[in-house]
């Protein structure tokens, strides 16, 4: 006999034989509710009218099919609503969000920053964000006046969405408009400049590295905030005004507040609607002209050419730019592309070098617009010019960038939403990209490559 004939014999002589039933039945019952599987969210409830209810905690959260990579796409404003309902408010803690500079990858992101410490922070009260003004004679030069926020952002829709969803943090038009807010000697408001980082041990850390202890950094400001020593504690009597020290940007890991949150929170930041105005016009001319060179639905490629005198000295140069981008080109078989760059005498160079290598015609915001259009987009700074550039290169069916520059990308970051809406799981940097864009550059050291950026900039 073999031995597994034995073995029902064995199992029998633990038990007597009229406990077998009992067993056997749950054995079975357990394995055909697992064959089944029925998923919990199909359970249902019934409430004390007869009426079935399915269990709220067992639904997954409201799906938006938005195409969160346009420009004017509307707010999805319950993630943030879900944040804020998670602080612990402070009355009297006032946030000031305008310690930023640079293009549109830097000042987005220095103000989010700042904004999603204010949240975690439990700030009752917000400085309507201003932007501080790069020198037109000098693109290096980034600490100029501060213009208010609709230099760049549509204003009334960022007043909407925080008054909206985040209601306990009350806006300012100006410091001087907190009531009782504190003053110097000289009358000036009193303002005191922390850097998140210093609320945390990060012996060991490099520099650059996000902040680790976001999810502690509430707890630790407040109670720096109510010790007695270092000042009074903030109440509406006697606010306390904090600003962020320059350079505080891809601080926070974004990831880390879920996918919803990370993947809408940057439109709260929305173009202005001249800058929508230019850049539209100049995206349907563009695909209009694609479509006059043989592409049936304006399919163009969008090339972001970053050589200007203010460019980093360790950032690809002109020829390994071009050389990637022209690849692209000759592997997607583009015929028409539309170039950004501040860089003349190089986009003149790209325009002739593209002609000969991939056959493809290369125009600029300035060939798509015209009249007043062109009068007033002559009329924008440097900037300002640059978010036009951004709105077609988002139209654009192939994007190529260069790695490290925060405007190529933040444009990748903001294109990638395409791929999973509301639930976009992060970009994998270094790899061909996610079927719409390519940075040209290097992938291999995470601080010194500059990859911790596609995990600090919300997109």
């Known amino acids: 006999m073999s031995i597994a004939s034995h073995i029902p014999q064995r199992i029998a002589a633990f038990m007597p034989r009229q406990n077998i039933l009992i067993p056997t039945l749950c054995i079975v019952s357990l394995v055909v509710v697992w064959c089944l599987r029925i998923p919990s969210s199909s359970l249902v409830w019934t409430s004390s009218n007869g009426a079935q209810q399915v269990p709220v905690l067992h639904q997954p959260p409201p799906h938006s099919d938005v195409d969160l990579s346009d420009p004017d796409a509307p707010f999805v404003g319950w993630p943030l609503r879900r944040v804020c309902d998670e602080t612990t408010w402070v009355d009297g803690l006032v946030y000031i969000c305008d310690n930023n500079s640079g293009g549109i990858g830097n000042v987005r992101n220095y103000i989010q920053t700042c904004l999603r410490y204010a949240i975690e922070a439990g700030a009752t009260g917000l400085v309507v964000p201003k932007i501080r003004k790069r020198s037109e004679a ?71 590295d996000q902040n680790r202890h976001t999810d502690r950094f509430g707890d630790t400001f407040r109670s720096w905030l109510g010790n007695v020593t270092n000042a009074t504690p903030p109440s509406r009597e006697h606010p306390r005004l904090i600003r962020f020290k320059w350079g505080v940007l891809w601080d926070w890991q974004i990831w880390k507040d879920g996918p919803e949150f990370a993947t809408t929170f940057g439109h709260v930041l929305k173009f202005n609607s001249q800058l929508q105005h230019l850049g539209r016009t100049a995206l349907a001319n563009m695909r209009s002209f694609a479509r006059s060179q043989g592409a049936p639905g304006g399919e163009f490629l969008g090339v972001h050419l970053r050589t200007e005198n203010d460019a980093m000295n360790f950032w690809p140069v002109y020829d390994v730019q071009a050389q990637g981008y022209l690849r692209k080109a000759q592997e997607g078989k583009f015929k028409s592309s539309y170039l950004a760059t501040g860089n003349i005498t190089e986009a003149y160079k790209f325009e002739k070098q593209a002609m000969e290598v991939a056959k493809m015609k290369v125009l600029t915001k300035r060939d798509l617009l015209t009249g007043k259009d062109l009068e007033a987009l002559n009329a924008l700074t440097w900037d300002q010019q640059g978010l036009v550039d951004f709105i077609v290169l988002l139209g654009s069916t192939y994007f190529v960038g260069t790695m490290p520059s925060s405007f190529s990308v933040y444009m990748t970051l903001k294109r990638h939403l395409k791929t999973g809406g509301l639930y976009t799981r992060p970009y994998k940097a270094g790899t061909d990209g996610d079927g719409y864009s390519y940075l040209v550059g290097r992938y291999e050291q995470y601080w010194e490559d500059w990859l911790f950026m596609f995990d600090g900039m919300w997109p």
């Open 138 to 208: 000098d693109l290096a030069d980034l600490f100029t006046s501060y213009l208010p926020l609709s230099y760049m952002f549509d204003e009334e829709h960022f007043r909407d969405a925080w008054q909206t969803y985040c209601p306990r943090m009350k806006l300012y038009n100006d410091v001087i408009d907190v009531p009782n807010y504190p003053k110097n000697l000289d009358g000036k408001p009193r303002i005191e400049e922390i850097a998140p980082k210093d609320y945390g041990d990060r012996k060991g850390c490099d520099w650059k």
